[in-house]
T-cell receptor, first 116, second 116 residues
Framework: NAGVMQNPRHLVRRRGQEARLRCSPMKGHSHVYWYRQLPEEGLKFMVYLQKENIIDESGMPKERFSAEFPKEGPSILRIQQVVRGDSAAYFC??????????????FGEGSRLTVL | AQTVTQSQPEMSVQEAETVTLSCTYDTSESDYYLFWYKQPPSRQMILVIRQEAYKQQNATENRFSVNFQKAAKSFSLKISDSQLGDAAMYFCAYRSIMYNNNDMRFGAGTRLTVKP
């Protein structure tokens, strides 16, 4: 039973380029969360999605950042026109729906974005 | 808004000894989840232990146990018989059970060093 899969593990971009980070939740999980972790800090919530719906994007920067979780395929976190301050580790997590939900989030291994 | 505070940026313990990591949180809700996650150098977020607020009994998982003081909003983690593999960043986390407030809030973390 595969866990949460994130790719790429490492991504290097130059300022002004676009970064796309992908996340496939655990089998049977319909809830996806994206978190950002700056060096030596905890994880900061960005966005919560279900299939084809953004439920809560209160942690997303208003510009350049977007997320989707289409009916088919992985969830994608997209960062346009990256700046050096976007360099961080981006974690995806998933949880099951309804009664199977015990509150725990299952995390991927993260994608480390470096902006030159 | 809920906040989670870990007041110990770093802790150190001798192998086979016991160490306690502190966590406090702020909330106006009566029911919620609390978690301790471990993040080793691989950066994978690993669930250590979870506690449901309505349960008065403290959770235990092998060498890991918590001291949950609901009135004081305190949730400390005790690691007994510390092992070298316990060395990692430890994050305390809070999660509401309300559907529209479903993100997990993390503390800043405590870096645990285990000395042989």
């Amino acid at each position: 039973n595969a866990g949460v899969m994130q790719n790429p593990r490492h991504l290097v971009r130059r300022r002004g380029q676009e970064a796309r980070l992908r996340c496939s939740p655990m089998k049977g999980h319909s809830h996806v969360y994206w978190y950002r972790q700056l060096p030596e800090e905890g994880l900061k919530f960005m966005v919560y999605l279900q299939k084809e719906n953004i439920i809560d994007e209160s942690g997303m920067p208003k510009e350049r950042f977007s997320a989707e979780f289409p009916k088919e395929g992985p969830s994608i976190l997209r960062i346009q026109q990256v700046v050096r301050g976007d360099s961080a580790a981006y974690f995806c997590a998933s949880s099951p729906p309804g009664r199977a939900n015990t509150g725990e989030l299952f995390f991927g291994e993260g994608s480390r974005l470096t902006v030159l | 808004a809920q906040t989670v505070t870990q007041s110990q940026p770093e802790m150190s313990v001798q192998e086979a000894e016991t160490v306690t990591l502190s966590c406090t949180y702020d909330t106006s809700e009566s029911d919620y989840y609390l978690f301790w996650y471990k993040q080793p150098p691989s950066r994978q977020m690993i669930l250590v232990i979870r506690q449901e607020a309505y349960k008065q009994q403290n959770a235990t998982e092998n060498r890991f146990s918590v001291n949950f003081q609901k009135a004081a909003k305190s949730f400390s983690l005790k690691i007994s018989d510390s092992q070298l593999g316990d060395a990692a960043m430890y994050f305390c986390a809070y999660r509401s059970i309300m559907y529209n407030n479903n993100d997990m809030r993390f503390g800043a973390g405590t870096r645990l060093t285990v000395k042989p």
